[in-house]
Every structure is written in structure tokens, then in C-alpha cells.
């Protein structure tokens, strides 16, 4: 049975932060930029299909677009094109030199203006930003009239058209940004998500690119709805754990807070692994594995941990996470392994058997870095788990049960 896999699909596993308070996100991002601004720079381009790129590439046949402004997008132009292909397509182009001082400038003023909302906030480009808007808007309503208020003042300040999306998660305030282009605002809720995803490309899911898109054609999908109503359990048999990422995608359930740069909440890892119950040895190395990589991740980011999570999903898609934490921050390989160990091992010979596998380390705390080169250099290399002494040795750190649900977080 050939599953997809994360890298397959180019799925990112931090997506799975959702924290189930409901939040309302904003995504804005700046139209045409940089053409935009070169037609402020230069007034007579308005209304002229420009592009932002190789001013030589009539001659030399080199470069891409930069940006290009919309009198060129509806010859098929976009950024990112060969510029030899945009000028056959759009031979009247006119093509202008780049600026970045002017750009920078501007994206900086813009994102000044919001800075002073003092909410959460996640630039993720020179022309788009993430702000959380649950701190001062208590509904939808308030957060169109705040988006208003932003375009204004953006266009007052800095004169540039600005397309905003609204919505409970991250994921889906960029899809709402892109949705009305240009000097567009689109909100987007868990009421209206079948209506929006209506005969929507796949392309418009941020992340799914051209050659995703053909990989999905081949499985029959074509355009969001196709995703949208298809069943959480279907997708993941279709299209593998990206199948799980694209139905919490549409649902609303990705990552839903923003986590300030550097600040990571969690450190795990998951696989995919087809697992016999009758061979528990198998499943315990690559468990073991599993950890390695996963300490690994931990060890080099510097940090320590209280709380070992451990998850697994069997065949028909019941998932068990499991954690377990003890009262200080460590980094002892031992102590971690046995936790995890303790963890999964009751669930390895489940007759159902295993589909997927995780580990997890979450209450992290930063080190200091002579103290982590110390531990790791102390630290002796683990002994082979000894299933026997793991049952009788199960009972005794604390247990904390959470429910069913599987949290792959990581940091945004
Ligand atoms: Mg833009």
C-alpha cells in the first residue's frame, strides 16, 4: 500500500497547533507589491501592463518577474515567470528596474502602523504579515471594522492597496488575503468554509504548488471542495498523513496562534510505520529510532523537558497519545527513553496494528550552552530496552491522560 509522506507533499507539521479556544487571525498582504510601487514612483505606468524584473531581458532572454501589476496578470503573467516567456506573452510589457531601499522603506512603515496595535504579530515577508487579533476584537464585526481602519490609515501613510483575510486560523486568514485581490478583505469562518472552498484550485492552499497540484490530480483531486467533503479517514487513506494535514486544513483546525519566533512549544517527531503486532521487537527499534532523532532535535536546540508525549495510530485510524510528565526539567537520556518507552509500550501489541508512531518532549526550557555541551558529553550511551523490566518498572512516574486527539505542535 503506497502512502504519501510529509516530504512528498511538502506538508509542514507545525500545522497542527490548534489550541481549541476559538482566535481570530488576520493575514495581509501588500497587492503587487513592488509593481505598485513603481507605478506610485512613476505615474504614467498606471494602467499599463508592468513588470517588475531584468530591465535587459529583451535583449538577453534572462531573468524572472519580480511582481508584475494586473494589466500584465491577465496575459498570464506572474512573479516568479522566465522573463522571456512574460514578454512573449505580454510583449507591450513595460519592464522596470527593481528598488528594494523604496520597498523596504515601505514595508517597514506598514509594518510599523500595525506593530502599534500591540497584538501578536508574525511578519512572513517583505509584503505580508500575520497579526492575532483576539486580544482587542471580540467578533468578526470588530476585526472587519479594524481592517478597514488598517487599509485606510496604510493607504494614508504609505498609499498602497492592501488585501486582508480574517479568519479562526492562520492558514485560512491567507487563503482569505489572496481570496478578493487586489484592495480586497475577506472573512472567513467555520460557517462559510464550505462556500469558500467551492470550486476553489488546490493551488490557492498555501504550500500546494504546481507539482502537488499534479500529484493530486492523479488521485482525483482538483479543486478544494473535492478535499472539503471527503472524510477525514478517506483522505488519510488516499494521500497518506498529508491527507490528515489537508482535512484539519480545510476544517480549520491548522495552527491557529501565533507563537513569537524562537519561543518553540514542543519537539516531535512522527512517522509513518506499518508495525505487527506479533513482532514487538520491530516496532521498539523503530520506536527507538524514533526517539534518537526526536532527543536528538532536543538536545541540539538546548533544551530540557518535563513532559514525554507518545502517539500511535493504528490500522482504521484510532490514534492514542500519551504523556507523561515528572515535577523538573531534564535532559538524561535514560529517563526520557524509559518515560517514552512506559508510554507506547502497552499499545504495541494491539491486535488493530500500527500505521504511525510519535514521540514528543513538551514543557521545554532553554539551556545555557555550556551546561547542554557538558550533559551531552557525560551522557553514556543507553543500554537495549528490556521490554520485561519496562512492564515492571511502568507504574511509577506520575500520569497525565489527555484525550485522544493527536498534537503534533511544534513552533509556527
Ligand atoms: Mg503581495
Redesign the pocket.
Given at each position: 500500500m503506497s502512502n504519501f509522506s510529509y516530504e512528498e507533499f511538502n506538508v509542514d507539521e507545525e500545522e497542527y497547533d490548534n489550541e481549541n479556544e476559538s482566535r481570530i487571525n488576520l493575514h495581509l498582504?501588500?497587492?503587487?507589491?513592488f509593481a505598485q510601487v513603481e507605478i506610485l514612483k512613476n505615474p504614467e505606468l498606471k494602467g499599463k501592463p508592468v513588470i517588475v524584473g531584468h530591465t535587459e531581458a529583451r535583449k538577453d532572454g534572462r531573468g524572472v518577474v519580480l511582481t508584475c501589476s494586473y494589466e500584465a496578470r491577465v496575459f498570464g503573467v506572474h512573479s516568479g515567470l522566465a522573463m522571456k516567456i512574460a514578454l512573449d506573452r505580454c510583449p507591450d510589457a513595460i519592464i522596470v528596474k527593481s528598488d528594494y531601499q523604496e520597498y523596504k522603506e515601505r514595508s517597514n512603515k506598514i509594518m510599523n502602523i500595525l506593530r502599534n496595535l500591540e497584538v501578536p504579530m508574525r511578519q512572513a515577508g517583505i509584503?505580508?504579515v500575520y497579526l492575532d487579533l483576539t486580544p482587542i476584537c471580540d467578533d468578526y464585526q470588530q476585526a472587519v471594522k479594524l481592517a478597514a481602519d488598517i487599509k485606510q490609515e496604510i493607504i494614508d501613510e504609505v498609499q498602497l492597496t492592501v488585501s486582508i483575510g480574517i479568519a479562526p486560523t492562520l492558514k485560512l486568514a491567507k487563503i482569505g488575503s489572496d481570496y478578493n485581490k487586489p484592495d480586497g478583505v475577506t472573512i472567513i469562518t467555520h460557517n462559510t468554509l464550505e462556500s469558500i472552498f467551492d470550486k476553489l484550485a488546490l493551488t490557492k492552499i498555501p504550500g500546494i504548488g504546481k507539482k502537488t497540484a499534479e500529484r493530486l490530480k492523479k488521485k482525483g483531486f482538483v479543486t478544494c471542495d473535492q478535499i472539503f467533503h471527503r472524510s477525514k479517514s478517506d483522505l488519510i487513506n488516499l494521500l497518506g498523513s498529508s491527507g490528515e494535514y489537508f482535512y484539519r486544513l480545510v476544517h480549520g483546525e491548522t495552527t491557529n496562534r501565533i507563537v513569537p519566533r524562537g519561543e518553540r512549544k514542543s519537539v516531535s517527531h512522527s512517522r509513518t510505520f506499518v508495525g505487527d503486532p506479533g513482532d514487538i521487537e520491530r516496532s521498539m527499534e523503530y520506536f527507538d529510532k524514533l526517539f534518537d532523532s526526536t532527543y536528538e532535535t532536543l538536545i541540539k536546540e538546548e533544551f530540557s523537558t518535563k513532559t514525554v508525549t507518545a502517539t500511535v495510530r493504528f490500522n482504521g485510524f484510532d490514534t492514542i497519545t500519551r504523556s507523561q510528565s515528572i515535577p523538573h526539567y531534564t535532559t538524561e537520556r535514560a529517563t526520557l527513553r524509559s518515560m517514552a518507552f512506559q508510554l507506547i509500550e502497552p499499545h504495541l501489541s494491539d491486535e488493530r496494528g500500527i500505521r504511525l508512531l510519535g514521540v514528543g518532549f513538551s514543557n521545554l526550557k532553554k539551556r545555557d550552552a555550556l551546561q547542554t555541551s557538558l550533559d551531552f558529553f557525560t551522557e553514556d550511551m543507553p543500554e537495549k530496552i528490556d521490554i520485561e523490566s519496562l512492564r515492571a518498572e511502568r507504574t511509577k512516574p506520575e500520569v497525565i491522560e489527555v484525550e485522544e486527539e493527536p498534537s503534533l505542535d511544534d513552533y509556527f
Open positions: 498582504d501588500i497587492d503587487y507589491f509584503d505580508e
